[in-house]
Nanobody, 115 residues
Framework: VRLVESGGGLVQPGGSLRLSCTAS????????MGWLRQAPGKEREFVAA????????NYLDSVKGRFTISRDNAKNTAYLQMSNLKVDDTAVYYC?????????WGQGIQVTVSS
């Protein structure tokens, strides 16, 4: 499975962005999907995850109420809707897909929140 992120960029504080993660392959619907991020000088951290059914989600405390993870298995795509963005959300965001022992990562995409 190959994962490709899109939708990043520069946004002002308080603004919104929607990241997309599109997967190749026919088994996307079997994968739990997640988003992680890494800010300059910091370790990579978990942001959000969604089960393969889409029924269960989990979030980093600091993004709860601002970010929403979702998926469309018909489009082989997972999303991260980010609202009320803060300067501290600036990071490279990575998409991740996991099922069993299989663990796939996207190449990462930059999100910069700045005035």
């Amino acid at each position: 499975v190959r994962l490709v992120e899109s939708g990043g960029g520069l946004v002002q504080p308080g603004g919104s962005l929607r990241l997309s993660c599109t997967a190749s392959g026919r088994t996307f619907s079997n994968y739990a999907m997640g988003w992680l991020r890494q800010a300059p000088g910091k370790e990579r951290e978990f942001v959000a995850a969604i089960s393969w059914t889409g029924k269960n989600t989990n979030y980093l405390d600091s993004v709860k109420g601002r970010f929403t993870i979702s998926r469309d298995n018909a489009k082989n795509t997972a999303y991260l809707q980010m609202s009320n963005l803060k300067v501290d959300d600036t990071a490279v965001y990575y998409c991740r897909g996991v099922v069993g022992s299989n663990d796939f990562w996207g190449q990462g995409i930059q999100v910069t929140v700045s005035s």
